[in-house]
């Protein structure tokens, strides 16, 4: 390449490619990894992970690449944003919001499928009976929340209602710490769990937490009216409300996969549409 069309390739790389070379900056050491169409960037990638390097230089080398092999791009331009609160705490009403404002993905939990397997219920079934089908409810929450990670997106942005992680760090050990989970069924799930995070990579980039009081969420369950969550009482939304803060606030239970940001989400509806457009910017740019 002559300097003149190295020059150009860096400008039009930079004005075409902006949010593509923030997250392969941001991102490189772990994001390439796909195969196929990333084939040479794949390589460079495992180089740059056994060299154990952060370096800006070697990011950047990673950078030139996309630009090299600009049908790769789409291998970097994906941002994955999870939604994450207490039941209730207003996920879903915030997904929708974004869903109808702009062109970002959205994806709904898969509650469906929990209230619905072959003609079974398993969410209901949790309910009525933790100790017996906690296991099995948590067990199918985690291969559709997998599913959900790794669905091939066409859009820069998706924001994904919960993850992987909460369902593990959240739900599967709120059933165990009350006892209401065998030992042996949580270390089966934990063996699952890890070998998921061992063997498949589940990139989240952003956290979005929205910050509810326990009490707030009881009164808006109470309003949606969910058939299966009306014995679910207070002090359960308190247990998961504690497991969240120590997760994404404290920080001292388990890793926390991405940055978090934190909206306060016990505001009326038309305050909270009012805070999302506020961090509108910083939820697209995937920073908190
Ligand atoms: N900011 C809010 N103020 C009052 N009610 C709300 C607010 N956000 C959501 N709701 C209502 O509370 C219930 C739960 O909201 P939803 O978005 O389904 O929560 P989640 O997806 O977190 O379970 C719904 O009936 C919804 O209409
Ligand atoms: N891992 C999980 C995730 C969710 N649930 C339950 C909690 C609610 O009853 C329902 C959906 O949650 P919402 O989106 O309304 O906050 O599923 C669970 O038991 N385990």
Redesign the pocket.
Known sequence: MSLPSIVGFWTNLLQISAPAVRVALRRAPVRVESAGPCGQTRLLGSWMQKQQSTSRQFRLILVYTVGVFPNQEACFMHLGICIEG????G??TCLEYFGKTSNIEVIA?P?HK?RNLKGHNP?AL?YQDPARWGLT??TY?QLTMLDQHVTTMTSPVTLM??SIY??KY???ENLYRSGKMPEVDYAVLSEWFDWIMRNIHVPVDLIVYLQTSPQTCYERLIERC?E??QVIPLEYLEMIHQLYEDWLIHQTSFKVPAPVLVIPADHDVQKMFCQYEEHRGKILMGSK
Do not use: D
Request: aromatic content about 8%; hydrophobic content about 50%.
């Open positions: 207490n039941i209730a705490s996920k879903t939990e509650v929990w969410l949790m409810l948590q929450v209602e919960r909460s369902a959240i739900f599967v969910r299966e969550e």
